[in-house]
């Protein structure tokens, strides 16, 4: 079975490769992303490339072309994306728990709801930062009534979950951010950015108490 990597906007063939039974028999996701690794491996250009749904769980992708790529959907869990060019990627949706986005170019890359949950993305580019971002975001979440990690902002404006505070402390250009990318995204590089130490992106899904003790610790430690 042959399978074509097409252009998300031209349609042209960027790469194709031959699957072999085994493979062939899998979903269309699984397909997909055993061609994207075989085109990385022959350093295929797969810039604006249609990716969408890919199943590309695990994958060493360092220094790929991904950019302007659709990879809406993706399963990126623990992918290896170190250096890669993701610049206007549409990452909308896309599951990047533990992936290792170490100074990829993620600049105008869509993250609206990709779950970042303990992606690392130290060099990730991201000109937003809050200052002692430990103690400022324990300080404000842990007052009395203050975090409700059930929603990102509560109704009263009082309450925010973790990455809530986070992009509230940030201020006009955490907002904007908010409003580019979602309330997670933006938060995972406001706080990557706020400290270039931090190894991975905190669990915005967590309970209060799981979540209080996580900044807690990170508050002490700075």
Not at 137 to 164: N, Q
Not at 191 to 206: G, H, I, N, T, W
Request: proline share 3%; aromatic share 4%; with cysteine.
């Amino acid at each position: 079975m042959k399978l074509e990597i097409k252009n998300r906007w031209t349609g042209a063939v960027q790469f194709e490769c031959e699957l072999s039974a085994e493979v062939a028999g899998r979903s269309y996701g699984a397909r997909l992303g055993f061609a994207v690794k075989q085109a990385h491996e022959n350093d295929a250009d797969l810039s604006g490339a249609d990716l969408r749904g890919a199943v590309l769980r695990g994958a060493d992708l360092s220094g790929a072309d991904l950019s302007g790529a659709d990879l809406s959907g993706a399963d990126l869990r623990g992918a290896v994306l170190r250096g890669a060019d993701l610049s206007g990627a549409d990452l909308r949706g896309a599951d990047l728990r533990g992936a290792v986005l170490r100074g990829a170019d993620l600049s105008d890359a869509d993250l609206s709801d990709a779950d970042l949950r303990g992606a690392v993305l130290r060099g990730a580019a991201c000109p937003i930062t809050i200052p002692d971002i430990h103690k400022a975001v324990y300080t404000a979440a842990s007052k009395p009534g203050a975090l409700a990690m059930e929603s990102w902002h509560h109704a009263c404006g009082t309450a925010h979950c973790r990455a809530g505070w986070v992009v509230t402390l940030a201020g006009d250009g955490g907002r904007a951010l908010e409003w580019a990318l979602g309330t997670p995204a933006a938060a995972a590089l406001i706080y990557q950015a706020s400290d270039p130490k931090l190894e991975r992106v905190p669990d915005f899904y967590c309970s209060n108490d799981d979540a209080l003790a996580d900044m807690k610790r990170l508050a002490e430690a700075a």
